[in-house]
């Protein structure tokens, strides 16, 4: 079946253009995780949905991003005014509800690049 | 808040066996997950043990839990050349959320 889907696989834009990123989960799965990873690091955490709950925001690293989930569907990561140190691989991963949601899938990817 | 450390580089010798360790602080860990990367590519989960195991084995991989020193390691017996990568610790609290350590490089010597 299908997996975790996110457009564009690419994107290159000018600092200061605000840019969306698209992430289509595994149809069924309630949660919904945003990861940043800059080259040669590792994952970090930006936002987590899990069905109705309130997203955990925590890792958002400024308020230029923003993230939208529609019921448990798709997602939509915003970041305003980019700058270059946003330039990274985003990554977003879903997974079943509850006990039955053990593993996460995880999408190819959207590689941001600020120049 | 959660943080998970990771020693950054591990080398060995094609045959031996390598152990990657992981420290994290989140108590409520519930799962807590082996990931790997290869160079231009996306994440592969490896394994993972429940919080209330202290041991798992998988062929070649063997996981250690120590939950009251937030301690977990993977053992991979017999470290083949296709091996080499990078390995990420990712324990996931109560709430669901998963953090991932920095990541260890694991390079295999011929």
């Known amino acids: 079946g299908a997996g975790v889907s996110q457009s564009p696989s690419n994107k290159v834009t000018e600092k200061g253009k605000d840019v969306e990123l698209r992430c289509d989960p595994i149809s069924g799965h309630t949660a919904l995780y945003w990861y940043r990873q800059r080259l040669g690091q590792g994952l970090e955490f930006l936002i987590y949905?899990?069905?109705?709950?309130?997203?955990?925001k925590s890792g958002l690293p400024s308020d230029r991003f923003s993230a939208e989930r529609t019921g448990e569907s798709v997602s939509t990561l915003t970041i305003q005014r980019t700058q270059q140190e946003d330039s990274a691989v985003y990554l977003c991963a879903s997974s079943e509800p509850g006990l039955a949601g053990v593993k996460l899938y995880f999408g190819p990817g959207t590689r941001l690049t600020v120049l | 808040g959660e943080d998970v450390e990771q020693s950054l580089f591990l080398s060995v010798r094609e045959g031996d066996s390598s152990v990657i360790n992981c420290t994290y602080t989140d108590s409520s860990s519930t799962y807590l997950y082996w990931y790997k990367q290869e160079p231009g590519a996306g994440l592969q989960l490896l394994t993972y043990i429940f919080s209330n195991m202290d041991m798992k084995q998988d062929q070649r991989l063997t996981v250690l839990l120590n939950k009251k020193d937030k301690h977990l390691s993977l053992r991979i017996a017999d470290t083949q050349t296709g091996d080499s990568a990078i390995y990420f610790c990712?324990?996931?609290?109560?709430?669901?959320?998963?953090?991932f350590g920095q990541g260890t490089t694991l390079q295999v010597k011929p």
């Open positions: 990712a324990p996931r609290g109560n709430t669901g959320k998963l953090i």
């Open positions: 949905f899990q069905g109705n709950s309130a997203p955990d």
